[in-house]
């Protein structure tokens, strides 16, 4: 009883370390409390009534071009079309203090959380910018299989110079609406 006790808590011990904001499955996950990314947005668009949630008009699908700013260098992306990238979308500008991890990915916490229905999502695609969970804001730099499931928020359009332009170690990246 003992042992399988101990195998129990060594289980449940090992799903907590890979369980993190972004792909945790080469070297564990960011520990939340421990981390010093900051949110030092700027102001924020107001969010829309209810009568906007469920149709997407012209003008909203004009807007889902969005600017990423690294370093003075601007990538375009495009956000997905749903309540996720929406509630992102309505956020911005924002400027998040994002942190590495896995030499493949920039992370953020968010204080409040976004709309999520994560899938597992099998492939992450250079540029690809994804929820983990309801409030983790996830950018990747670099391609890979994965395990985990993600809300997906939207796509950097040319990402080849994403990798060199982030750079190892945190970074501020800014996003607005284009």
Do not use: W
């Not at 070297?27 to 700027?42: C, I, K, L, W």
């Not at 997407?56 to 992306?77: C, H, L, P, W, Y």
């Amino acid at each position: 009883m003992r042992h399988a006790v101990s195998s129990l808590v060594a289980i449940v011990a090992m799903t907590a370390l890979i369980a993190g904001c972004g792909q945790g499955e080469k070297t564990g996950s960011p520990d939340r409390e421990s981390s010093s990314s900051t949110d030092v947005s700027g102001t924020s668009s107001p969010q829309p009534s209810s009568s906007d949630e469920g149709s997407t008009t012209k003008e909203d699908s004009q807007n889902m071009n969005i600017t990423v700013t690294v370093k003075g260098t601007d990538f375009r992306a495009q956000l997905a079309d749903n309540e996720t990238a929406r509630a992102f979308r309505n956020r911005l500008p924002l400027t998040l203090s994002m942190e590495d991890m896995n030499s493949n990915e920039k992370f953020h916490y968010l204080d409040e959380s976004l709309p999520n229905n994560p899938s597992r999502v099998n492939e992450i695609a250079n540029g690809d910018l994804m929820l983990f969970g309801s409030d983790c804001v996830v950018l990747f730099y670099e391609a890979f299989d994965t395990s985990f499931s993600y809300t997906r928020i939207g796509q950097v359009i040319d990402p080849e110079r994403l990798a060199a332009t982030l750079g190892r170690g945190s970074a501020n990246v800014s996003f607005r609406v284009s």
